[in-house]
Nanobody, 116 residues
Framework: QVQLVESGGGLVQAGGSLRLSCAAS????????MGWFRQAPGKEREFVAG????????YYADSVKGRFTISRDNAKNTVNLQMNSLKPGDTAVYYC?????????WGQGTQVTVSS
């Protein structure tokens, strides 16, 4: 069982930056691939960024490439999402995800609002 707690969301003007953090419980964090997803009002949840267990493989949605950076610290059981050059279209609830084999865990989400 993995419990995920996101933090760092908030209100920011277009062009600004935010850093989201996800803290995971448990001693097996390093065995989980981690990711960030987001869900805007009236839309389906979508993939934003993913990182492999060791951090050696990283993936981004086309919409955030060059603006967002995902990272993880296996010693601290955390995964972060640095978001720069934010746009109003980035407004959504952002969710942290942990995945290993058939196990899939979600955090409660953190709201990011980007004003124009």
């Amino acid at each position: 069982q993995v419990q995920l707690v996101e933090s760092g969301g908030g209100l920011v003007q277009a062009g600004g930056s935010l850093r989201l953090s996800c803290a995971a419980s448990g001693r097996t964090f390093s065995s989980y691939a981690m990711g960030w997803f987001r869900q805007a009002p009236g839309k389906e949840r979508e993939f934003v960024a993913g990182i492999s267990t060791s951090g050696g493989r990283i993936y981004y949605a086309d919409s955030v490439k060059g603006r967002f950076t995902i990272s993880r610290d296996n010693a601290k059981n955390t995964v972060n999402l640095q978001m720069n050059s934010l746009k109003p279209g980035d407004t959504a609830v952002y969710y942290c995800n942990a995945r290993r084999n058939w196990s899939n865990y979600w955090g409660q989400g953190t709201q990011v609002t980007v004003s124009s």
